[in-house]
């Protein structure tokens, strides 16, 4: 028989001397005819589509819409009907906890989990009596802010706006210099035109109430320093004067990858 249906040979044939010889003896003459049924059947099994394993139909078009909230198939294990982790970084931009926070835990996790969170980067700040917003670096760390807001608004994949807010963080002490941003959005295909329309759009209200926002967001879960990490809404890490503190289940980058997993999967 042809080795691929050699798997369809369950029963080893029978000892010599067995009851069952004679009989197979006399079933001999319709064996040929026996054999070609069964490939004929197994041809028909294996041509025939099934209805539970065929092709499945073009989900493309009802993927594009949420690539960029959850990519399937970009980590293994991860089950597009899972709901997403809120995974939250609370900075100020020119802080360099905020900096390490970035470069030392949230970007290596989210290389690994990004099709698992649903991550958002919020600020830290103290409004003002006349709607504004004081910011503890100054009033160029508020501009900082807002850049990364426009950066997250116009650009809503954290592929692009934490690489650029990365970029920006790294070489806080000069933020928002033009050359600086200017450098950074041209490395993550970031339109500097849009990001600059963005934080002056009416006369600066718009990136102000943006930043209120999100200082409101940090100030309503109890936040106040920089850099704050909660993981599911709870206090997960805080990265504070050069050193990780209120860590109870570690400060490695694997460690927040195992938290994220195992709520991913509850």
């Given at each position: 028989?042809?080795?691929?249906?050699?798997?369809?040979?369950?029963?080893?044939?029978?000892?010599?001397?067995?009851?069952?010889?004679?009989?197979?003896?006399r079933?001999?003459?319709?064996?040929?005819?026996?054999?070609?049924?069964?490939?004929?059947?197994?041809?028909?099994?294996?041509?025939?589509?099934?209805?539970?394993?065929?092709?499945?139909?073009?989900?493309?078009?009802r993927?594009?819409?949420?690539?960029?909230?959850?990519?399937?198939?970009?980590?293994?294990?991860?089950?597009?009907n899972?709901?997403?982790?809120?995974?939250?970084?609370?900075?100020?931009?020119?802080?360099?906890d905020?900096?390490?926070?970035?470069?030392?835990?949230?970007?290596?996790?989210?290389?690994?989990?990004?099709?698992?969170?649903?991550?958002?980067?919020?600020?830290?700040?103290?409004?003002?009596?006349?709607?504004?917003?004081?910011?503890?670096?100054?009033?160029?760390?508020?501009?900082?802010?807002?850049?990364?807001?426009?950066?997250?608004?116009?650009?809503?994949?954290?592929?692009?706006?934490?690489?650029?807010?990365?970029?920006?963080?790294?070489?806080?002490?000069?933020?928002?210099?033009?050359?600086?941003?200017?450098?950074?959005?041209?490395?993550?295909?970031?339109?500097?035109?849009?990001?600059?329309?963005?934080?002056?759009?009416?006369?600066?209200?718009?990136?102000?109430?943006?930043?209120?926002?999100?200082?409101?967001?940090?100030?309503?879960?109890?936040?106040?320093?920089?850099?704050?990490?909660?993981?599911?809404?709870?206090?997960?890490?805080?990265?504070?004067?050069?050193?990780w503190?209120?860590?109870?289940?570690?400060?490695?980058v694997?460690?927040?990858?195992?938290?994220?997993?195992?709520?991913?999967?509850?």
């Open positions: 028989m042809d080795e691929k249906y050699a798997k369809y040979k369950t029963f080893p044939p029978p000892a010599a001397g067995s009851p069952m010889r004679a009989h197979a003896l079933a001999g003459r319709f064996r040929p005819l026996l054999m070609l049924t069964l490939v004929v059947l197994c041809l028909y099994l294996y041509a025939k589509p099934s209805s539970a394993l065929g092709p499945l139909p073009d989900m493309s078009p993927l594009s819409n949420t690539l960029q909230v959850a990519m399937p198939g970009s980590a293994p294990g991860a089950d597009t899972a709901a997403l982790v809120p995974l939250e970084a609370h900075i100020m931009s020119k802080c360099p905020a900096r390490d926070c970035l470069q030392k835990l949230i970007l290596p996790a989210m290389v690994r989990i990004v099709d698992k969170v649903n991550f958002t980067l919020s600020f830290i700040g103290t409004p003002t009596e006349n709607d504004g917003i004081d910011c503890m670096h100054g009033p160029e760390e508020c501009l900082g802010n807002i850049m990364l807001l426009c950066a997250e608004d116009l650009y809503p994949d954290p592929k692009t706006y934490l690489g650029f807010s990365m970029c920006l963080m790294k070489d806080y002490q000069h933020i928002p210099q033009r050359n600086l941003i200017e450098d950074c959005a041209l490395e993550h295909a970031i339109d500097f035109g849009k990001l600059d329309k963005c934080a002056s759009k009416d006369d600066g209200a718009w990136g102000v109430e943006m930043l209120r926002n999100s200082v409101r967001r940090s100030s309503d879960a109890g936040v106040t320093k920089s850099c704050t990490v909660r993981l599911d809404e709870e206090f997960y890490c805080v990265r504070d004067g050069g050193e503190t209120d860590c109870p289940h570690g400060a490695e694997n460690d927040l990858v195992l938290a994220i997993e195992k709520k991913y999967r509850a």
